[in-house]
C-alpha cells in the first residue's frame, strides 16, 4: 500500500535533492517561457548544477528514487547551457515585440485594402 509512510520511507535521506531538482526545473521552465538568459541566468544554472552535482556524489551509492530524476534535470539544464553557448539569440530574442511588429504591419496592409467576400 502507498501512503504518507511509505514514500516517506523510500524518499529518506533525498530531501534536499527532490528541492534541488524540483528549483532546478522550476529555473528551466522560467527560462524557456520568458526566454531570457543572461548573466544572472548563467549563474543561477551554475549554482544549480553544482547543488545537483553535490547532492548525485552524496547519493550516488545508495541508488536513491529520485536518482533518475536527477540525472535527467541535470542533462536537460546541460543542454540548455549547450544551445545557449551555439545559439545565444535563441533566448534573447523578443517574441512579443517581433509579434507586435507583424501584426501592425499586416493590420496595415489589410487596411489598405478592400476585402470582398462576395463570389
Sequence with gaps: MVDKD?????????????????????????????????????????????????EFNNLASKQPICMDAMLETMENIKQMRKNYDLEPDLYNFDYKKELDTIVKERAHVYGNKKLNFED
Design 6 to 54: 511509505f514514500i516517506n520511507n523510500v524518499t529518506a535521506g533525498q530531501e534536499m535533492a527532490i528541492i534541488f531538482i524540483q528549483k532546478a526545473n522550476i529555473f528551466k521552465d522560467r527560462v524557456v517561457r520568458t526566454r531570457v538568459f543572461e548573466d544572472s541566468e548563467r549563474a543561477e544554472m551554475e549554482q544549480h548544477m553544482a547543488n545537483l552535482e553535490k
